[in-house]
């Protein structure tokens, strides 16, 4: 019965964001989906099982609303790349092959634009349930590129299982 406190607190969230009509059309999925992971990651319970230190997040907000930059601000992420990179930190960059706003050919040439790249393991597939999940390769400054078949532009909301074992497996530093 514990573990369905915190889930409770979402129901309420779900009905007070359903209770104000006026700010969000009406059937607009996509919509309660984003007023919905606000709630959800604003929750004690959520931030405290993420080990979220307290005080060091007033209020999570989705990148798009809210944050203190302009997209046109912010020309290309690869100098911070780069930074952490050198510095000898792994990094997953993964891309939904059916994503419509940043499709995966973008993301790999995004990665061929990074200095000093060199590939050490070529393409291959990677496998969920002896099916195939994706198509990954590395890179010898510790970055894994995956696609996640099927995926959308949130890969995690079209296919969680996959998405679940491809990051357990990077964070335990075994082969996708």
Request: some cysteine; charged content about 25%; proline content about 4%.
């Amino acid at each position: 019965m514990k573990n369905y406190r915190w889930r409770r607190s979402l129901v309420t969230a779900t009905e007070r964001v359903l209770a104000e009509k006026h700010l969000l059309p009406f059937g607009c999925i996509q919509e309660y989906w984003k007023v919905l992971t606000e709630y959800w990651a604003n929750n004690d319970a959520v931030q405290k099982a993420l080990h979220v230190r307290k005080g060091t997040i007033r209020k999570w907000l989705r990148c798009d609303k809210g944050a203190p930059y302009k997209r046109w601000e912010i020309k290309s992420s690869i100098e911070y790349h780069q930074n952490i990179s050198t510095k000898g930190y792994r990094s997953l960059i993964y891309s939904g092959d059916h994503d419509m706003t940043v499709p995966h050919i973008s993301t790999e040439a995004w990665i061929r634009s990074l200095p000093n790249m060199s590939v050490t393991d070529y393409w291959r597939p990677w496998f969920v349930r002896k099916q195939v999940a994706g198509y990954t390769r590395t890179y010898s400054n510790g970055l894994t590129y995956a696609t996640i078949k099927g995926g959308g532009h949130v890969a995690a909301k079209y296919k969680p299982e996959e998405c679940q074992a491809m990051f357990e497996r990077w964070i335990s530093n075994t082969p996708l």
